[in-house]
T-cell receptor, first 112, second 115 residues
Framework: KQEVTQIPAALSVPEGENLVLNCSFT??????LQWFRQDPGKGLTSLLLIQSSQREQTSGRLNASLDKSSGRSTLYIAASQPGDSATYLC???????????FGKGTKLTVNP | GAVVSQHPSRVICKSGTSVKIECRSLDFQATTMFWYRQFPKQSLMLMAT?????????EQGVEKDKFLINHASLTLSTLTVTSAHPEDSSFYICSAAIIQGAEAFFGQGTRLTVV
């Protein structure tokens, strides 16, 4: 059974700091990995999608890496801003399926 | 990106009544949509896979007679919580992907409170 773990559960940083969020998964037979942002009481916004054959994806200040063999992904946020404050979720899509398995998320607070 | 619209965003209902939640793909057709439930400080848990024109596939432990799913068209799936109980209070979110393996797009979610 695929399990997704995210650490830390919560992170508080001063504005401008670079930071890394971690995601690990137990079964490497994934189709892709996706990072989402969730604001309180809201739905999910897709940030980055990495296919299983890819090593990383970048969008603006965000960079996500994937090491499928070790079951790890990281989300790097450069020059953090208060507007980045949210919960970040990692999810893997199982091979041969469209199902997503989610981690519990990392709650990020960026202090002005 | 593609847009998935979910309605209502919030609903309060009395125990024992039924509530319907709609999920629409606004600018693409989705043969498959997914319904998730999220309890406070927990992961999103997949409840069921909604298949256009056929029966939904439910995850283990999810009561299909309680959570009725209908996917009548390529752009609309509905989740009906029947005979709602306070323990059904949760955040329900739907998602859809254009094709398998593609980016998944999520609705805004529905906060259900059963009193």
């Amino acid at each position: 059974k695929q399990e997704v773990t995210q650490i830390p559960a919560a992170l508080s940083v001063p504005e401008g700091e670079n930071l890394v969020l971690n995601c690990s998964f137990t079964d490497s037979a994934i189709y892709n990995l996706q990072w989402f942002r969730q604001d309180p009481g809201k739905g999910l916004t897709s940030l980055l999608l990495i296919q299983s054959s890819q090593r990383e994806q970048t969008s603006g200040r965000l960079n996500a890496s994937l090491d499928k063999s070790s079951g790890r992904s990281t989300l790097y946020i450069a020059a953090s801003q208060p507007g980045d404050s949210a919960t970040y979720l990692c999810a893997v899509q199982l091979g041969g399926s469209e199902k997503l398995v989610f981690g519990k998320g990392t709650k990020l607070t960026v202090n002005p | 990106g593609a847009v998935v619209s979910q309605h209502p965003s919030r609903v309060i209902c009395k125990s024992g009544t039924s509530v319907k939640i709609e999920c629409r793909s606004l600018d693409f057709q989705a043969t498959t949509m997914f319904w998730y439930r999220q309890f406070p400080k927990q992961s999103l848990m997949l409840m069921a896979t909604s298949n256009e024109g056929s029966k939904a596939t439910y995850e283990q432990g999810v009561e299909k007679d309680k959570f009725l799913i209908n996917h009548a068209s390529l752009t609309l799936s509905t989740l009906t919580v029947t005979s709602a109980h306070p323990e059904d209070s949760s955040f329900y979110i739907c998602s859809a992907a254009i094709i398998q393996g593609a980016e998944a797009f999520f609705g805004q979610g529905t906060r259900l409170t059963v009193v």
